[in-house]
């Protein structure tokens, strides 16, 4: 790929640089205002992170040369991944492109093919049912740490089965968000004082090297497990589904089995590298998109409705399955607008291997290239009004004209391998908490997007209720006055606490 006759020169430099640092003081004060303002400067914008420059991609066209058709010239790389990769290893999102990547995604591609996540259903459904049904009524709780812990049991359910031990269960619960935090810290300070020896980075390398002493004993338990052959007399119809008893050997496998039973093994360093890497992106990733997804719920009082009318329509008076996903078109349509709202990456980098023409500015040889799903996913020319949160944009008739822009999942041969999984969690945490909380209530301020590796919100507490709002109650606040019809299907009594499959 020759460059073209364009220069350096010819590329924009965005405004407000200041000496030494460059831009850094905008990515760390406004980075959500400051990547979105670049698209007013061209379709290529350069920005100087320290002295370091870097090419910012505003063009949904260009960022898909990035991602798939000049691929070859972008590798994986730049500062937010080589951070990562001190925590990730060399995991799916970090692994530098070639044969590793290659054959490791080979490798795990069938852990998230439709079928196989559909084996993991009844047990991800259960899990979280038992977890939401315990929340106490009216108590305003921390929505985004629920949404982590939830999405991490689920996700540890699918990944292990159900018998994972509840002291493995419990430390990953506990250690994930301390290590986030960290890993966070590390992706935004100069290499040079990751390396200190100060007490935040002993204590971030300390709860890493757990992780990875947890992640070790669940690989041994579950290889430790015979398969369990299914009963004759097991009955897996529709009315059925659910009981622990009549699971299938394949249902009562984890996702992880297809790692553990490949031809082409992975080696132990790498079996954790690929837990760690699908444990942050359950919790950090599809916690946040919950998250969010709840606080538009809650000021939505029509969407909120439409939601359950859809839910009512399909399971009126029993506990939602798994196959209950695919009649719930219009809970997809919100959750990806609230994926396209808010992310959830919001800055993503590629180095150059070699110079570059793209779209007519010269881009030299190991140069980062960023782009943005933020970026993309509020450009107007896509998505008008982006700052209004629409599901029924996501329509058939309104879709198409999104085609190219939608990236939150990337593209091309680093595309998001866990996209199906991710999905389907969705679905049954959101569908999970409306079948068992009639009203949901905002009793924070809004919340304001703070962009870190994702966009979450910097605070957000909400209560759950077991009635609706009286009609008559015109007390309520404008998040919460929603009227719903009353629910036959309720959470367990506070002294019948729930159980669940693990």
Known sequence: MNASPATAASTPTAPGAFPLIGHAHRLTRDPLAFITSLRRHGSVVRIRIGPTPAYV?????????VLVTDAVHYAKGGKIIDALRVFFGDGLATVAD?????????????MFNKAHIATRGTAMIEQVRAMISAWDEAEPR???ADMNDVTLAAFLVALFDTDLPAHLQGEFTALMPAIMKGTIRQTVLPPWATRLPLPANRAHAERVARLRALIDQAIDHHSSRAPHPPSESADTSAEHVGCPHTASAQEREGLFTTLLTTEDPLTRQQLQDEVITLLTGAIETTGTTLAWTLYEIARNPEIEQRLRDELDSVCPDRPLRYDDLDQLPYARKVL???VRKYGPAWMVTRTVTQDVDLGGHRIP??????WSPYLHQHDPDYFPQPDLFDPDRWTPERAPATRGSFLAFGDGRRKCIGENFAWSELHIILATILQLWPRLELTS?????KAVVTVKPDTMAMAFHRMPTPAADTTTTPAADATTPARR????????PATASG
């Open 57 to 65: 991609v505003t063009d949904p066209a260009l960022t898909r040369r």
């Open 98 to 110: 070639g044969d590793t990547h290659l054959r490791n995604r080979r490798l795990m591609q069938p």
């Open 142 to 144: 921390d929505v985004y």
């Open 336 to 338: 990806q607008e609230a």
């Open 365 to 370: 040889e190991g140069s980062d290239v960023v």
């Open 445 to 449: 301020r809004p919340p304001r997007p």
């Open 489 to 496: 299907l309720q959470p367990p009594a506070p002294d019948k």
